[in-house]
């Protein structure tokens, strides 16, 4: 296991300067674990955005009085930060509302002009859906082909398939730099070498990398490379977009507006030079100023020395994770960030994420906007448990202890009495008690084979889920349920209860819909995309619908 080179005091003074790890949930302190969704923000981020309120509060570059040039001063100093942290021209920094816009603005003003019918660009598996979808719109327009770089068995690039897929001539390589779901840490710079050399221009998504380590673009030898702040420790809504400024001046804007031109006539319009080109309209200005204390921030630390005590948190976060039964990491190539994703072969990443939660721990469930990735993986979600220099080895085991302790498994007796649990669980005092009954139940159902067809199946959900509803001889309804995750497989057995044998012709929903929300069931089970009660209620009522009217099912 690595040493951190941060002692118990330097940690304690550097976790005092983000004032939400100070908070508790659940009556646990908060181990926030969520980092490669979005970093915490020190004081000085948010001091900065407060005074720029009250103090310096003006749109930019377009009046004459003072309060507009102090903040133009401000919003443009950002932009010398961000230049000087790259290593680059501040003319070729662009504002972008984060990533996924930079990715968006490359594929519309750079890619789709110069795309023709047949040509080729190169994506990988392991990017993030916003490495690939603005990509296969434009290749879609074009009737262009997108071929796909696949990961070795380690979790590496397949750097022979890279080579030979080169061999297409592609007009475009799009590439992270880190992996958001596998924290893989991949060659870059001689990925870069290779593409060039075949006449490929590459994008590198730098999203996941920028937070762990520092990247010098003048020696990267990407063409366009963006970030976005809410990940550096910035305010949401802020990112950036670097490109080389060659390639910049050959791009026309993708949005326009005020701010971006030379000249505006009913007869034609003329656009302003790299970057203003790119940032039409009033900006976040705030937000900017927001990342560029965030840089400064950054800039103040010893960047080896934090970067050393992530990796000393990944050690021991990796040797506590094979510790434990049943938990299956998933392979990381040769280098890695502070970032790990595992799964279970019983339990699902949802009823485990939210069991963390209830002592306080915040880690990332699901398919981590990465599903191309997790099927060519043959899995359909995984845990991700992700660290920042602000987090500590106190924390680590905490983490590993309370995962320990909801992997025991539960003993289930013969005496095991269903509706005890359902007493517990209408009973319970708040959330967390109801959702650790929730998960008992959930365990001790026998799992439904007979609903777990394709033609069943509600889809959206994240985690896996079937319905069936069907009328009795009696006109009565009667629903078949299951789902992957615990916790939701019990919810289902509990709206059976109050659905079946219902008179099909008088059911109403509203009941059961008060009683969920009565429960806190929507609330705390839908939080993430696609996976939620309202899901189930609403397909509830169409298959009931169905019935009433006489429609075959």
Not at 205 to 221: E, K, R
Request: charged share 20%; net charge negative.
């Amino acid at each position: 296991m690595l040493t951190s080179p941060i002692d118990a005091n330097q940690l304690r003074r550097l976790r005092a300067e983000f004032p939400i790890l100070s908070q508790r949930f659940n009556g646990s302190p908060l181990i926030y674990l969520d980092n490669a969704a979005t970093t915490q923000k020190p004081r000085a981020v948010i001091d900065s955005i407060t005074q720029f309120y009250r103090r310096t509060n003006a749109n930019v570059h377009r009046s004459a009085h003072q309060l507009s040039h102090l903040a133009t001063q401000a919003y443009e100093g950002a932009r010398d930060q961000v230049a000087n942290y790259l290593c680059v021209s501040r003319n070729e920094v662009i504002w972008t509302s984060g990533a996924t816009e930079a990715i968006n603005l490359v594929a519309y003003s750079y890619l789709i002009p110069r795309l023709s019918p047949g040509d080729h660009i190169l994506l990988a598996r392991s990017s993030h859906h916003a490495n690939i979808l603005p990509w296969q719109h434009a290749c879609s327009a074009k009737s262009a082909m997108i071929d796909v770089l696949e990961l070795d068995q380690q979790g590496d690039f397949d750097l022979e398939l890279y080579q030979r897929l080169l061999e297409q001539k592609p007009k475009l390589v799009a590439l992270p730099q880190v992996s958001n779901v596998l924290g893989t840490i991949y060659p870059i710079q001689l990925m870069c070498q290779l593409a060039k050399e075949a006449g490929a221009l590459v994008f590198i998504d730098g999203a996941q990398s920028l937070p762990h380590f520092q990247v010098d673009l003048t020696t990267l030898g990407a063409d366009f490379f963006t970030f976005s702040g809410h990940k550096l420790f910035g305010p949401t809504g802020t990112g950036v977009l670097w490109g080389r400024y060659d390639l910049l001046e050959t791009m026309q804007p993708w949005k326009t507006g005020g701010e971006m031109i030379e000249n505006v006539s009913f007869e034609g319009s003329s656009f302003s030079a790299p970057p203003y080109r790119f940032e039409a309209g009033t900006p976040n200005i705030a937000g900017v100023v927001g990342l560029g204390s965030a840089i400064q921030f950054l800039s103040n630390q010893d960047r080896t020395a934090l970067e050393r005590h992530e990796q000393a948190l990944l050690s021991l976060a990796l040797e506590g994770l094979e510790s434990l039964a049943d938990i299956q990491c998933l392979k990381s190539g040769s280098n890695q960030v502070s970032l790990v994703s595992f799964t279970h072969p019983r339990l699902h990443a949802q009823d485990i994420a939210k069991a963390l939660d209830q002592h306080g721990i915040a880690v990332r469930a699901g398919q981590h906007c990465a599903q191309p990735l997790l099927a060519s993986l043959g899995i359909e979600s995984a845990v991700r448990a992700s660290f920042a220099f602000y987090n500590s080895a106190e924390e680590i085991g905490w983490f590993i202890e309370v995962l320990d302790q909801f992997l025991q498994p539960t003993q289930i007796t013969n005496s095991f009495d269903p509706e005890q649990l359902v007493a517990e669980i209408n009973q319970a005092r708040g959330w967390a008690e109801r959702y650790m009954a929730l998960l008992t139940l959930g365990t001790h159902l026998p799992i439904d084979n007979s609903v777990r067809t394709d033609d069943f199946e509600i889809p959206g959900c994240e985690t896996r889920v079937w319905m069936q509803l069907s009328l009795t001889d009696e006109g009565k309804l009667r629903l078949t349920a299951d789902a992957q995750a615990k916790a939701l497989r019990a919810l289902l057995y509990l709206i059976k209860q109050r659905v079946d044998n219902s008179d099909a012709a008088t059911f109403e929903l509203q009941p059961l819909e008060q009683w969920v929300a009565e429960m806190g069931f929507e609330n705390h089970l839908s939080r993430t995309r696609g996976n939620s009660v309202r899901r189930l209620l609403d397909q509830l009522t169409e298959l009931s619908e169905t019935i009433k009217s006489g429609r075959s099912l």
